[in-house]
């Protein structure tokens, strides 16, 4: 039995406001799948944010059926909800309803509204589709597998994964124990990616592995696998600069399953040989400079262009990199460009903007994206000659990380979250990251309402919002709106 395993695509995600950006979500989604299709699988798995956001322009649904389209009718692809395909308090109908009753996708989910302590779980019919599934049964002549899927529970993760442990125990002695049990869920491994927040701790996940031989995970862009049935590919595309780095791998997983010999510890009688496999998606480079040494600003720019075309060796070394190849072409790449260091002269002359047009055609760039949070001048140097030396200069340069961490660290403890000064310091750093690094305000909202529900949900377990799904409803029909700016009506009547 194969099985492949991506996660996170992003459909419809336009970054740095790019349309290209937006294409390459679909054209990895798409390249990502036929390569998965090489292995000949009996399955794939999605594991949650196949879209970016729930409410879709026509361009980002016909992209998705296009790129699934690319999987024959008897190989299911099965998917469970995300954080971005949809929030914790769900619509009634949304776009993965739509591509399961469409047999585009199985949408697995898990029926956690009962009271009772385990979840239900509906098997999968495919002569009554209904709105979702709660486990998908695969045989082949190697064995039967069970596939469940956990919809994104955010702060309740915790709760939830327990009732979905009893829930698969009930639903083997129901429907017969198979050969093999894989769990579809969305949230992260607090022990395998630290100072992210919100994750799911091993000693949780205690009970769901006495159950499941393969946890299939998505919500961490960042490649991790944990004691042999826990597995997160990492999204196929960087959806940041930070992420783009080289020990951020991205991908999918090739799973092939055969029977358990001695020593193998998981509950089913197959075992997995999982393999990491890299996507193919646009090439980012980041280039560094140093602007201390200079004293003008003509010959920092000198300088500057000096060192970019002394980066081109380097450069064209990555972008033939397979992963980053469309074909046998090499694509424009994404420039992170950096600069750090302590300024000579006045800042007004530091001419950012025109530095990075330079870059970005010395580099046929598709975009750069420029940081200065590294660069001081000397008058704030001799500003902060009273501050320790220790907590805020290393190897002589100024770290502006732990300024920052300063002034958050005294807005959280003066403000009515002084109980968790420290939580919301960091919380408020990783939102500042993220809009110096020109990240999606979508992202930087969901990063700052998940930690604050995880952080005070007595706070937050009872807000609702009430506000009319269409706030538009009653606008001028004859009002002008273009097709790619609009949100296409939501499946079942109601305009999303």
């Known amino acids: 039995m194969k099985i492949g395993h991506l996660a996170d695509v992003h459909l419809g995600h336009r970054q740095y406001g790019l349309n290209q950006r937006?294409?390459?979500?679909?054209?990895t989604f798409k390249a990502t799948l036929q390569l998965i299709m090489r292995d000949d699988p009996d399955a794939i798995l999605l594991p949650g944010d196949l879209f970016h956001s729930r409410d879709l322009r026509p361009k980002v649904l016909e992209a998705a059926e296009r790129g699934l389209s690319v999987v024959p009718d008897d190989v299911p692809v099965l998917v469970s909800r995300g954080n971005h395909d949809e929030n914790l308090t769900p619509r009634e109908v949304t776009w993965l309803n739509y591509l399961?009753?469409?047999?585009?996708?199985?949408l697995l989910e898990a029926d956690l509204e009962s009271k009772a302590e385990a979840a239900q779980f509906e098997r999968h019919d495919a002569?009554?589709?209904?709105?979702?599934?709660?486990?998908?049964?695969?045989?082949?002549?190697?064995g039967t597998a069970h596939v469940f899927g956990l919809q994104w529970r955010g702060a309740r993760t915790d709760t939830a994964l327990e009732k979905v442990a009893e829930g698969i125990r009930n639903t083997a002695d129901e429907h017969g124990q198979p050969d093999y049990t894989i769990l579809l869920a969305h949230f992260g491994i607090e022990d395998e990616v630290p100072a992210l927040g919100g994750n799911v701790t091993h000693a949780e996940l205690r009970k769901v592995r006495e159950e499941v031989d393969y946890?299939?995970?998505?919500?961490?862009?960042?490649?991790?696998?944990a004691s042999n049935w826990i597995y997160n590919p990492g999204s196929p595309e960087a959806h940041s600069t930070s992420e783009a780095r080289d020990d951020w791998e991205h991908g999918y997983y090739s799973v092939e399953l055969s029977q358990a010999e001695n020593g193998y510890d998981g509950p089913g009688k197959l075992a997995h040989d999982v393999e990491h496999n890299c996507a193919r998606r646009r090439p980012f480079y980041t280039i560094e400079f140093d602007v201390t040494p200079f004293d003008s600003a003509s010959e920092l720019e000198t300088a500057f262009r000096d060192h970019v075309k002394d980066e081109q060796e380097s450069l064209q070394s990555t972008l033939d990199r397979e992963e980053f190849l469309l074909g046998s072409e090499q694509r424009e790449p994404m420039i992170d460009l950096r600069f750090e260091g302590t300024l000579q002269f006045d800042r007004g002359s530091f001419r950012v903007d025109e530095l990075a047009e330079q870059a970005e055609a010395l580099c046929d760039a598709l975009y750069v994206q420029t940081n200065t949070s590294r660069v001081t001048t000397a008058e704030i140097q001799e500003l902060l000659a009273e501050l320790d030396d220790d907590e805020v200069f290393i190897d002589g340069r100024l770290q502006t990380a732990a300024l920052e961490q300063r002034v958050f660290e005294t807005i959280a403890?003066?403000?009515?979250?002084?109980?968790?000064?420290?939580?919301?310091?960091?919380?408020?750093?990783?939102?500042?990251?993220?809009?110096?690094?020109?990240?999606?305000?979508?992202?930087?909202v969901d990063v700052v309402?998940?930690?604050?529900r995880e952080l005070f949900p007595e706070a937050t377990a009872d807000v609702s919002l009430d506000v009319d799904e269409d706030p538009f409803a009653n606008r001028d029909e004859n009002e002008d709106d273009t097709a790619d700016q609009q949100t296409v009506a939501a499946p079942g009547g109601e305009e999303e």
Do not use: P
């Open 22 to 27: 937006e294409d390459d979500m679909t054209n």
């Open 100 to 106: 399961h009753r469409r047999e585009h996708i199985v």
């Open 127 to 142: 002569d009554e589709l209904g709105e979702d599934a709660g486990f998908y049964e695969i045989e082949t002549e190697t």
């Open 449 to 452: 309402s998940e930690n604050r």
């Open 215 to 225: 946890l299939a995970l998505g919500h961490i862009h960042k490649r991790y696998d």
């Open 413 to 444: 403890t003066e403000s009515e979250y002084s109980d968790h000064a420290d939580e919301v310091a960091t919380l408020l750093g990783e939102a500042h990251r993220m809009a110096q690094d020109g990240e999606n305000t979508d992202d930087i």
